[in-house]
Structure formats: structure tokens, C-alpha cells
């Protein structure tokens, strides 16, 4: 069982819409959660990080973490073309320990 | 203000030769840590480095790679021997610390390429 699963898509949705993207890890005692969004040929880039149970809002975007399940999942609302990207899950198992899901590929159309 | 800064952003090599990546970590940030990424792959660990704390060295693959700090600020990722499945994205991330509330942030990344 990979440690930090995650859809690879590609995840269509139209312009304007909810997209919906999950990540599950297999470490329990993970301690945090990181969404990463990677356009073609770019570097990861931070979009927010959650560490307690329940949501996190930061303008159209949700992160979600069920701790019991194991579950952490990005909401990106009124979804945008520019919102085209690979969004990769990051779990931090340790200090030394930043485990990346392979990435979901994500495509908004107009 | 300035981000983490990778250099070279694309080196070709013939195999067999030995190539060394930079990176130069955001100021004050004590971790570092070294990723490779394969053609449409997740990223892969190789390596991390806090503060003066002996580097985490896990992840590399072979006893061809090695990396190193100097001074907790720049570091230098040496391939010896280059293979052809070495060509890869390598990319440096640093952060302000190692707590979970602490990210990490990325450098452009070198993308090497064995011919």
C-alpha cells in the first residue's frame, strides 16, 4: 500500500464548478497535511496545509482532514481555467519525513 | 523577497560523467531537504539536512549521490557516474523549520538529462 494515495485523474470539471480532490495516507501518526499545485514544467507550489480535524477555508479554497479515516481532501470552489494544474497531496510523517502522493491531475474547462 | 534558487535549471551530460546541482535555501531556513521527480511522477526524497544536525540520507539511491551543506545555507547534490536513469527534475525545498505547521518551499528545479 503506497503511503500517501491520491486519484491521478485527469479530473475534469467545467469553469465555475466545485472540483473535489482526496488524498488518504496510511501513517497514523501523521502529524500534517500539505495541498501542493504543480503546473507542467513548474515547481510544487504551497496552497495551504491542515492540521487539525475539520475544515480550512483560504478564499476559494477548503482543505478537509478526517484523521479517523486517514482522509484529507482539497475543495476549490468556482473552479477557474487557471486552476488547471497537478495537485499533489504532501503528507509530513516526520521532520525528516514529507511523504508526496503522486499528484491529481486536474483540468477546468471553459 | 527571495525563494529557494536552484541552479543549473537544465543540465544535459553524457552518461558516465559526474554533475553537480545547487541550491540556495530561503534565508533563515534551517531545514533543506533534496526531491527527484521523474517524468509524471510524485516526488521522491533523497535527502534533508537541519541545522548542524548529521543529514538524513535515507532516501538516496546509490552510493553514486551525495550532498552537502556548507555552512547551513547553500548546498551542492553531486551525482558521480551518471546513468541515463538519472535524468530526472531534481528539486530543493527549504523551510523555516521542521514543526507541522512548517511547509516547505520549492525551487524551480534543475532538470537533467543523460544522454
Known amino acids: 500500500q503506497k503511503e500517501v494515495e491520491q486519484n491521478s485523474g485527469p479530473l475534469s470539471v467545467p469553469e465555475g464548478a466545485i472540483a473535489s480532490l482526496n488524498c488518504t495516507y496510511s501513517?497514523?501518526?501523521?502529524?500534517?497535511f500539505f495541498w501542493y499545485r504543480q503546473y507542467s514544467g513548474k515547481s510544487p507550489e504551497l496552497i495551504m496545509f491542515i492540521y487539525s480535524n475539520g475544515d480550512k477555508e483560504d478564499g476559494r479554497f477548503t482543505a478537509q482532514l478526517n484523521k479517523a479515516s486517514q482522509y484529507v481532501s482539497l475543495l476549490i470552489r468556482d473552479s477557474q481555467p487557471s486552476d488547471s494544474a497537478t495537485y499533489l497531496c504532501?503528507?509530513?510523517?516526520?521532520?525528516?519525513?514529507?511523504?508526496f502522493g503522486a499528484g491529481t491531475r486536474l483540468t477546468v474547462k471553459p | 523577497g527571495a525563494g529557494v534558487s536552484q541552479s543549473p535549471s537544465n543540465k544535459v551530460t553524457e552518461k558516465g560523467k559526474d554533475v553537480e546541482l545547487r541550491c540556495d535555501p530561503i534565508?533563515?531556513?534551517?531545514?533543506l531537504y533534496w526531491y527527484r521527480q521523474s517524468l509524471g511522477q510524485g516526488l521522491e526524497f533523497l535527502i534533508y539536512f537541519q541545522g548542524n544536525s548529521a543529514p538524513d540520507k535515507s532516501g538516496l539511491p546509490s552510493d553514486r549521490f551525495s550532498a552537502e551543506r556548507t555552512g547551513g545555507s547553500v548546498s551542492t547534490l553531486t551525482i558521480q557516474r551518471t546513468q541515463q536513469e538519472d535524468s530526472a527534475v531534481y528539486l530543493c525545498?527549504?523551510?523555516?523549520?521542521?514543526?507541522?505547521?512548517?511547509?516547505?518551499?520549492f525551487g524551480d528545479g534543475t532538470r537533467l538529462s543523460i544522454l
Open positions: 525545498a527549504s523551510s523555516l523549520g521542521t514543526g507541522p505547521s512548517q511547509p516547505q518551499h
Open positions: 534565508s533563515g531556513h534551517t531545514a
Open positions: 501513517d497514523r501518526g501523521s502529524q500534517s
Open positions: 504532501a503528507v509530513r510523517m516526520g521532520p525528516s519525513d514529507m511523504r
